[in-house]
């Protein structure tokens, strides 16, 4: 098995992994065809994360040293490609209509992430249970994916128990599923005043009203939510506590207790949107769900924090309301596809979420740094391990002609406005996603290009 002499290079591990296969190729050490080590493999003989490995793999693949093949593995390429055929070291080129920047689309950093999906489709074709993935899935899921939901569960919620997860084809499914079979056509559905468009097309769409509860830097203001509750009475309440999308707002453990107990003073069921759950800075804050569990539906996925390919959702929920939930899978989908559910159950069970989840984590929290220094003196919304920020214009700069202007230079960004669930007119904030680009290099080229213009006059663009 091929392992790297890393001694000679002072520099990130990835990169010297990438650099010790371009001088073993040259030198002759690594042959054309010769089958790298898995990234197991040689994490294991490297004593680093397969995270690391992925990494210096997907840099020798950009440098056109080696090639992943589903199935097979990875392998060196031949050499001496002419210059013209070979992919630009550099991305930060001038933008076009092709190569926007787009911080728009909150998800994880892709780079870590295809190795390891190689390896799982690999390793779940030769699962001696692969059948289970071909077949019709009973009500709720196959038990033993459920099972892994819960496992996957138990970080935020001690107790779950496989019986009462409902498995769903991502969490925007969850989301249709629990709003259709909680809720009735007219009923009056309450979220944060900023919320993530998921939730305006969907209520909207459902024929729901949708109402939005002011907010600070926590959330929801329970007064302003009880106030709410004397005017009219509410179905549902969809409340994201955890790194709340757009304002990365994270609700703390008395605030939790107190939208639970106006839950149960007016009567209404808590969907506890826990997608960013695992950003959280203080773990030891329990989930909104678990101050009213009889009364409310916990809803995550694996899109945010394994990979977005995974669209497999979990929805938690108390017994007595779990044959709505599962006849609304039914109706809607019949069922999520059990062929995904089985790889999301063995990337779970083989421990793969723990290990992206930290990589994510820490790719987060470097591009929060360089954020912060990029942004410097301007008003921003943020945590340490957010995939976003939230940024508040200096005057006269409106949300709505900032994205605007910043998408003629190349950047994509959501206004303010988009977020509103009842729109009140233009906001000066605009929503920044910094995992998108695929290096930390890219990042800070869009940011700087974000802030040039920001310091700008906005009338000078008229």
Same mark, same amino acid.
């Given at each position: 098995?091929w392992?790297?002499?890393?001694?000679?290079f002072?520099?990130?591990?990835?990169l010297?992994?990438?650099?010790a296969l371009?001088?073993?190729?040259?030198?002759?050490?690594?042959?054309?065809?010769?089958r790298l080590?898995?990234?197991?493999e040689?994490?294991q003989?490297?004593?680093v994360t !397969?995270g690391?490995?992925?990494?210096?793999?997907?840099e020798?693949?950009?440098?056109k040293?080696?090639q992943?093949?589903v199935?097979?593995?990875?392998y060196?390429l031949?050499?001496g490609v002419?210059?013209?055929t070979r992919q630009?070291?550099?991305?930060l080129?001038?933008?076009? !209509?092709?190569?926007?920047?787009?911080?728009?689309?909150?998800?994880?950093?892709?780079?870590?992430?295809?190795?390891e999906?190689r390896d799982?489709l690999?390793?779940?074709?030769?699962d001696?249970d692969f059948?289970?993935?071909?077949?019709?899935?009973?009500?709720?899921?196959? !038990?033993a994916?459920r099972e892994?939901?819960?496992?996957?569960?138990?970080?935020?919620l001690?107790?779950?128990q *496989?019986?009462?997860?409902v498995i769903?084809?991502g969490a925007?499914?969850g989301?249709m599923?629990?709003?259709?079979?909680?809720s009735n056509?007219?009923?009056?559905?309450?979220?944060?005043?900023?919320?993530?468009?998921?939730?305006i097309?969907?209520a909207?769409g459902?024929?729901? =009203?949708?109402g939005?509860?002011?907010?600070d830097?926590?959330?929801?203001?329970?007064?302003?939510l009880?106030? =709410?509750c004397l005017?009219?009475? !509410?179905?549902?309440?969809?409340c994201v506590?955890t790194c709340?999308?757009?304002?990365?707002?994270?609700?703390s453990?008395?605030?939790?207790?107190?939208?639970a107990?106006?839950?149960?003073?007016?009567?209404?069921?808590?969907i506890d949107?826990d997608?960013?759950?695992f +950003?959280a800075?203080?773990? &030891?804050i329990?989930p +909104?769900?678990?101050y009213?569990?009889h009364?409310?539906v916990?809803?995550?996925s694996?899109?945010?924090?394994?990979?977005?390919?995974?669209?497999?959702?979990?929805?938690?929920s108390?017994?007595? +309301?779990l &044959?709505?939930?599962t006849s609304?899978? =039914? &109706?809607?989908i019949?069922m999520?596809?059990?062929l995904?559910a089985?790889?999301?159950?063995?990337?779970l069970g083989?421990?793969?979420d723990?290990?992206?989840?930290?990589i994510?984590?820490n790719?987060a929290?470097?591009?929060q740094a360089?954020?912060?220094?990029?942004?410097r003196g301007l008003?921003?919304?943020?945590?340490?391990h957010s995939?976003h920020? *939230?940024?508040?214009?200096?005057e006269? *700069?409106?949300?709505?002609?900032f994205?605007?202007?910043?998408r003629?230079?190349?950047?994509?960004v959501?206004?303010?406005?988009?977020?509103q669930?009842?729109?009140?007119g233009?906001?000066?904030?605009?929503?920044?996603v910094?995992m998108?680009p695929?290096s930390?290099?890219?990042l800070?080229?869009?940011?700087?290009?974000l802030?040039?213009?920001?310091?700008?006059?906005p009338r000078r663009?008229?």
């Amino acid at each position: 098995m091929w392992v790297p002499r890393l001694s000679d290079f002072n520099q990130p591990v990835y990169l010297s992994i990438a650099d010790a296969l371009a001088r073993d190729i040259a030198s002759g050490a690594l042959k054309v065809g010769s089958r790298l080590p898995t990234l197991r493999e040689l994490a294991q003989a490297l004593e680093v994360t !397969p995270g690391t490995i992925s990494r210096a793999y997907s840099e020798a693949q950009r440098r056109k040293l080696v090639q992943g093949e589903v199935g097979r593995g990875t392998y060196v390429l031949e050499q001496g490609v002419p210059p013209a055929t070979r992919q630009p070291t550099s991305t930060l080129l001038a933008a076009g !209509p092709a190569d926007l920047l787009d911080l728009s689309i909150i998800k994880p950093h892709g780079e870590p992430l295809e190795h390891e999906l190689r390896d799982a489709l690999v390793n779940m074709a030769n699962d001696a249970d692969f059948a289970r993935a071909l077949d019709y899935a009973p009500d709720g899921g196959h !038990p033993a994916h459920r099972e892994a939901g819960a496992q996957w569960l138990r970080q935020s919620l001690p107790d779950a128990q *496989w019986q009462q997860v409902v498995i769903t084809a991502g969490a925007q499914h969850g989301l249709m599923v629990a709003l259709s079979a909680l809720s009735n056509s007219g009923d009056l559905v309450l979220c944060e005043a900023l919320c993530y468009p998921g939730i305006i097309s969907l209520a909207h769409g459902l024929e729901r =009203r949708l109402g939005g509860v002011e907010m600070d830097e926590q959330g929801i203001i329970p007064e302003a939510l009880r106030e =709410r509750c004397l005017r009219e009475k !509410p179905a549902l309440l969809i409340c994201v506590a955890t790194c709340q999308n757009p304002t990365t707002a994270i609700m703390s453990a008395a605030r939790r207790a107190q939208i639970a107990a106006i839950a149960e003073e007016f009567d209404f069921i808590i969907i506890d949107d826990d997608i960013y759950g695992f +950003l959280a800075t203080d773990p &030891s804050i329990k989930p +909104l769900s678990s101050y009213a569990p009889h009364r409310s539906v916990y809803l995550t996925s694996l899109s945010k924090s394994v990979m977005p390919a995974l669209r497999i959702g979990y929805l938690y929920s108390p017994p007595k +309301l779990l &044959s709505r939930l599962t006849s609304m899978v =039914r &109706s809607s989908i019949w069922m999520p596809s059990p062929l995904t559910a089985q790889l999301a159950s063995m990337m779970l069970g083989e421990g793969l979420d723990t290990q992206l989840v930290a990589i994510q984590r820490n790719e987060a929290a470097a591009r929060q740094a360089i954020a912060a220094e990029v942004f410097r003196g301007l008003q921003i919304a943020t945590q340490p391990h957010s995939y976003h920020l *939230w940024l508040t214009l200096p005057e006269p *700069w409106s949300g709505d002609e900032f994205t605007l202007l910043a998408r003629a230079n190349g950047v994509l960004v959501l206004s303010g406005t988009q977020f509103q669930a009842e729109r009140l007119g233009t906001t000066r904030s605009v929503r920044i996603v910094l995992m998108s680009p695929t290096s930390r290099d890219e990042l800070r080229f869009a940011l700087t290009k974000l802030a040039s213009l920001i310091d700008a006059d906005p009338r000078r663009f008229y």
